[in-house]
């Protein structure tokens, strides 16, 4: 199915902008002097962690299952997740009368799946990874014929996510760095094509965790290549790429960097503190990555693309143990 896909244009993300306005507000774009000085550069962090489900992946969700067919509205959606993804497909069905069953790994993130099941969605607990959620999740599509929901080769998705780049640039159009996290590659692939269309100058750059090198090996490659995920940053977290981002961001990547676990997790405590706001470690993996090549952006203008905030209290007390 990936390989027939049509990649989405930056047409489609200007609809996208109209379709999910009824229902999704601007986030926030902020300035921090802290973050100033500690990247050495004027930094603006594009607060997708106060969407209604604390994540950006909801803007996908809400432009995909607003456009389903009656069909396939009849039939009920199903998708795998760590948690973002699936509370994007929960609170879009749940807004458009829609059933929604979502497949987790049996140890994802409490407050993650409290959320889904919060919107109505029924979760499916099994398997070790997101990978094994994702394999349970296209079987019970089969088998009970619901609408499955792809977390990255899905075009409306990808346009979706790609308006939080469209109000960047409509609020900071100089900006001159685009920074995004990167777990299978949606969040990127529809800041590109956002960026690319209104200037082609814009730098954007993909940030992915080293203990789930998937996606990088393949966009470095050029060819599909898996991975071993062990990372600790949910919302990266997957061993198998995606066809459709992976095609995209070939396309309008600059660079894509890798930061340790470690680095996310310090800058998952830097941006709490900051930026008051809770922040997910995969919402914080822009930042570290800035960091790590922090000289390459002095004096520009660096928006860093917060993609989510749900830690939960565990994840949240360890990490403040860790950083203290």
Known sequence: METTL???TFTDVLEAAKQIRPYLSPTPLRRYPALDRLVGAEVYVKHENHNPTGAFK????????????EDERRRGVIAASTGNH??????AARLFGVSAIICAPE?????KVEAMQDLGAE????????????????????????????SGDEPLLISGVGTHTLEILEEQPDVDVVIVPIGGGSGAAGAGIAARAINP???VIGVQSDAAQAAWLSWKSGEMRESPNRTRAEGLSTATPFALPQRIMRR??????????????????????????????????ALAGALSVRDRFRG??????CSGGNISPAQLKTLLTRAS
């Open 86 to 91: 699936g509370q994007s497909v929960a609170y």
């Open 300 to 305: 520009r203008k660096v928006a860093l693309i």
């Open 107 to 111: 140890a994802a993130n409490p407050v």
């Open 252 to 285: 309008v990547l600059d660079d894509f960097l890798l930061v340790s676990d470690d680095q996310i997790d310090a800058a998952t405590a830097v941006m709490i503190e900051k930026t008051r706001t809770l922040v997910e470690a995969a919402g914080a993996a």
């Open 6 to 8: 049509v990649e989405p």
């Open 201 to 203: 100058d814009i730098q």
């Open 58 to 69: 909801v803007r996908g969700g809400v432009n995909l299952v607003s456009r389903l067919s």
């Open 123 to 150: 979760v499916v607990l099994a398997g070790e990874r997101y990978d094994d959620a994702k394999h349970n999740a296209e079987r019970l599509a089969r088998e009970q014929g619901y609408r499955y929901i792809h």
